[in-house]
C-alpha cells in the first residue's frame, strides 16, 4: 500500500512538473508579445503625442501587462534621479529587472538596446529604431511560437517518462 501511494505520488509530481515547465515556456511567448507590445506604444507615444519619455513610460504601464508594467513604473521613477546616459541606466534597469523576465540572452539584448537611443536621437530616428526594434521582437515571437508545441510535447512526455522511471526504481 506504502508503494503504491509513493508511485502516485511520484506520478502526481512528475507530471505538475512537466505541466509547469509548459506554463513558463507559454509564458515566454506572452512575455515576447508584451515586449513586443510595448514597444509598440512607445512608438505611438513618441510618434502622435509626443510624450516626454517619464509620462510616456508611466501612461504605457497602466496600460501594459506585467512585467512590463512594474518595469517601466520603476524606470519612470528612477529616471528622475538619473545622472548617467539614458542608455546605461536602461540596461541598469533591465539588469535590475532580469529576473523577472523569461528571456534568453539575445532578447534581454534587444530589451537593453532599446532603451540606448531614447532621448538622444530625435522624434524620426527614435521612431525608426523603434520599428526596428518591433520586427526583431516579431521574429523572436514567430521563432518562440514555432518552437512552443514541440518543446511542450517534449517536457511533457520526459517528465512522465522519468517520473515512470523512477517509480520502476523505487519499487
Not at 505611438?44 to 503625442?49: K, R
Not at 496600460?63 to 542608455?87: C, H, I, R
Request: charged share 25%; aromatic share 10%.
Amino acid at each position: 500500500m506504502l508503494k503504491l501511494a509513493g508511485s502516485i505520488l511520484v506520478a502526481t509530481v512528475s507530471f505538475l512538473y512537466g505541466w509547469r515547465v509548459k506554463e513558463e515556456l507559454q509564458e515566454h511567448v506572452e512575455q515576447l508579445l508584451g515586449m513586443k507590445e510595448m514597444f509598440l506604444m512607445l512608438w505611438g507615444e513618441i510618434s502622435y503625442t509626443r510624450t516626454p519619455l517619464k509620462e510616456a513610460f508611466l501612461q504605457i504601464a497602466s496600460q501594459n501587462k506585467e512585467p512590463f508594467s512594474s518595469f517601466l513604473k520603476k524606470v519612470a521613477e528612477a529616471l528622475e534621479d538619473n545622472e548617467e546616459s539614458m542608455g546605461i541606466f536602461w540596461s541598469k534597469m533591465v539588469e535590475q529587472e532580469s529576473k523577472n523576465f523569461l528571456f534568453s540572452k539575445e532578447e534581454q539584448g534587444l530589451l537593453k538596446r532599446a532603451g540606448e537611443n531614447f532621448g538622444y536621437l530625435d522624434g524620426q530616428m527614435q521612431l525608426k529604431n523603434l520599428e526596428l526594434y518591433i520586427e526583431q521582437a516579431e521574429v523572436f515571437i514567430r521563432k518562440a511560437q514555432e518552437e512552443l508545441k514541440d518543446r511542450q510535447k517534449v517536457v511533457g512526455t520526459l517528465s512522465l517518462m522519468c517520473g515512470l522511471f523512477l517509480i520502476i526504481l523505487l519499487v
